[in-house]
């Protein structure tokens, strides 16, 4: 084939957006994919499990519908049929992606990348082999579950991980889940509301170790509640067969050794980068234990050659997988820009969801500022109590000087949704006061982020007086 401006590897979040800005730009883009156009995220990932937690929302709805006045009976789940709906999204939004990448012109080649030269790829498909010469090229080829190096965690029969949980066509009656981060926390979530019997272990002191801990702690309690065994300070030890067939998890907690039992186990700790057949270092690609370290302007350490998403090791999130993409091409095409990693929205989409943007308290802290924290309970906030969502928070971290915020916290029901808000006041390097000054539609769910931003003041409306502030 002629030779092309941009070849990618990879056709996630990252790649695929890159190829779609590429040719925006002018740039003759091939774009090679191995396996399904939207990589993990669209097939193995955000989206199918996405899918799953909306059936999971509408069955918990169901159940308490008698909450809202409505009176529901022989509620129950039809697993293969949520997992036909699962798949025909992930279909649909595949399909999609197909055709915007048709309609923008951009050359994709079914097959496996390889680099044979700093710009030279191979694509293997079939047998045949076709050589792409390219002025870049652009890794992004994603990441993939790890698992740990516990005895028996590699038993296929007991363990399993985030892929081969969308891959089962029935459920389990009882499940242990190794990791309290989003992974593990959506799919206990998932499992719990599908009516498994729940075991969530966390070797951190807090659910969602990344969060800022008050955030970790809340969730953990909304869990407990719901009837999920949640605990934290677990480390595992080794994971056997059981008389019963099942699997038995040993692990330690508080200096005492236990076990709890379950049909599987799902591991849902750590990934691995997806760069072992790509040839990156016999072409001179600086590797760090597989992962890919890069510039801001996304590029390696052999000019012309640009890594983005998951293979980075930056945070491992679809949109700035997206972002990396946009950033590289345009990088090429002579723009000045770069991202800013200290303003990424984090989204876990459990039951309630938990957002975040910008440093945790701790964080600040450690950094040096001198830190106000608000926080304003959904408990107070109109809009969720008309939706019967009460449990959460919303806490803002701010710089005491100037007001700067620093960092935003949701555990909310619209909590993905919420963060936009806080995202972009980051983004316009708003103050506390300019948050709080904008008006907000009443009843609404980010009316929590102004009474959190009049909050770190002690000036919340919708709150009791703090104690030191009366008289």
């Keep these: 084939m002629e030779p092309v401006d941009v070849c990618i590897i990879g056709a996630g979040p990252g790649g695929y957006v ?17 396996e399904e156009l939207g990589g993990v995220c669209l097939n193995k990932g955000c989206i199918p499990t996405k899918a799953l937690l909306r059936t999971a929302e509408l069955l918990a709805a169901f159940r308490r519908a008698a909450d809202w006045g ?43 990348g390889r680099l044979q030269g700093p710009r030279t790829v191979e694509v293997t498909h079939d047998g045949t082999t076709q050589t792409v010469e390219a002025r870049h090229i652009v890794v992004a080829t994603g990441s993939a579950p790890a698992i740990p190096p516990i005895p028996g965690a590699d038993n296929p029969a007991l363990v399993i991980t985030s892929d081969d949980a969308l891959a089962l ?46 955030i970790g702690r809340t969730l953990a309690r909304v869990f407990t509640r719901r009837g999920i065994k949640v605990l ?9 067969t059981g008389a019963n067939g099942g699997a038995v998890v040993h692990y330690t907690a508080d200096g005492r050794e236990a076990t709890v039992e379950g049909e599987r186990v799902l591991m849902g700790v750590g990934r691995k980068p997806l760069t072992a057949a790509l040839g990156l270092e016999a072409v001179g ?25 998951d293979v980075t090791r930056h945070q491992l999130l679809a949109h700035v997988a997206s972002h990396q993409g946009i950033v590289a091409v345009e990088r090429m095409a002579g723009y000045n820009r770069r991202v800013d990693y200290n303003r990424v929205p984090n989204c876990i989409f459990t039951h309630p969801e938990v957002a975040s943007v910008g440093l945790t308290e701790a964080r600040a802290r450690e950094a040096g500022y001198r ?5 304003f309970p959904l408990a107070a906030l109109g809009r969720a ?34 963060i936009a808000e806080a995202t972009l006041a980051m983004q316009l390097e708003a103050t506390v006061d300019e948050l709080a000054q904008t008006i907000h539609a009443h009843p609404t769910w980010p009316e929590a982020l102004a009474e959190a931003a009049l909050a770190t003041k002690g000036l919340a409306l919708h709150l009791l007086k703090p104690r030191e502030l009366r008289e």
């Design 18 to 34: 890159a190829a779609i800005r590429a040719a925006q730009l002018g740039m003759k883009v091939a774009l090679v994919e191995r």
């Design 70 to 112: 409505i009176h529901v009976e022989n509620v129950r789940l039809d697993y293969p049929a949520a997992v036909q709906r699962r798949d025909a999204v992930v279909r649909s939004l595949r399909q999609g992606v197909a055709g915007l990448l048709k309609s923008q012109g951009v050359q994709v080649l079914a097959g496996q």
């Design 169 to 214: 066509r029935e459920l389990p009656r009882s499940i242990v889940v190794v990791g309290g981060g989003a992974v593990g926390a959506e799919w206990a979530d998932i499992f719990h509301t599908f009516g498994c019997e729940v075991t969530l272990l966390e070797m951190m002191p807090t659910l969602l170790p990344t969060e800022d801990e008050e």
């Design 232 to 240: 934290t300070g677990a480390r595992v030890l080794a994971i056997e």
């Design 285 to 309: 690609v600086r590797l760090d234990q597989g992962w890919i370290p890069v510039d801001d302007s996304l590029q390696t350490n052999v000019p012309g050659i640009y890594a983005i998403g």
């Design 371 to 375: 830190v106000r924290v608000g926080r």
């Design 385 to 418: 109590q008309t939706h019967g969502e009460t449990e959460g928070l919303v806490k803002v971290v701010a710089d005491e000087r100037y007001g700067e915020i620093l960092g935003v916290h949701i555990v909310a029901a619209a909590a993905s949704d919420m």
